[in-house]
């Protein structure tokens, strides 16, 4: 089976960085994506790691660590606007099939 | 054009209605996606088009029923609906590769009540 595990919740003030977490156990693995959504929004592509380091876009970043089956996305500098859902997701060899995490929300305080 | 369009936003019927939900993408993407969410949940994959072919039905109840017109259009018919039924529904797309597919494009939602 497919499951992947990421924080329900995650506060941070802004201006600071935050590390969303995310492990994975899948029988087959083609990387890690991460999503942003925001309430009453579309989930928009944040980034891909398919191999094992750091992807750095602006003040994001992902990690993954295919030993560890683990990753992270990394927001810096916090801003208000951060404040959405953030999944975690790994696609599938399979037509483009998409298996995403519980989501974790991200409220970034004043 | 990086937008995937959805209509309507939202969408309110009852358990005897028809109706079907909307979306358009002009990216040239050939690779075509429903997905349902609920509210704190993650999305569900339900179908998947490739090249205008239905390539993944992810065991959905015959009340809902995909139609893909041509390379740009999605259609997602709706008939005898149940009030769980109710929830966010997203229409994605990407391009179709021999490799993995790294990037879905998602439209914002119908947001779907069924009384």
């Known amino acids: 089976g497919q499951s992947l595990e990421q924080p329900s919740e995650v506060t941070a003030v802004e201006g600071a960085i935050v590390q969303i977490n995310c492990t994975y156990q899948?029988?087959?693995?083609?990387?890690l994506s991460w999503y942003q959504q925001h309430d009453g929004g579309a989930p928009t592509f944040l980034s891909y790691n398919g191999l094992d380091g750091l992807e750095e876009t602006g003040r994001f970043s992902s990690f993954l660590s295919r030993s560890d089956s683990y990753g992270y996305l990394l927001l810096q500098e916090l801003q208000m606007k951060d404040s959405a859902s953030y999944f975690c997701?790994?696609?599938?060899?399979?037509?483009?099939?998409?298996?995403f995490g519980q989501g974790t929300e991200l409220s970034v305080k004043p | 054009d990086t937008e995937v369009t959805q209509t309507p936003k939202h969408l309110v019927m009852g358990m005897t209605n028809k109706k079907s939900l909307k979306c358009e993408q002009h990216?040239?993407?050939?690779?075509m996606y429903w997905y349902k969410q609920k509210a704190k949940k993650p999305p569900e994959l339900m179908f998947v088009?490739?090249?205008?072919?239905?390539?993944i039905n992810e065991s959905v109840p015959s009340r809902f029923s995909p139609e893909c017109p041509n390379s740009s259009l999605l259609n997602l018919h709706l008939h005898a609906l149940q009030p769980e039924d109710s929830a966010l529904y997203l229409c994605a797309s990407s391009q179709v590769g021999a490799g993995i597919i790294k990037t879905q494009y998602f439209g914002p939602g119908t947001r779907l009540l069924v009384l």
């Open positions: 088009y490739s090249y205008e072919k239905l390539s």
């Open positions: 997701a790994v696609p599938q060899n399979q037509g483009g099939k998409l298996i």
């Open positions: 990216m040239g993407h050939r690779a």
């Open positions: 899948t029988s087959g693995f083609y990387g």
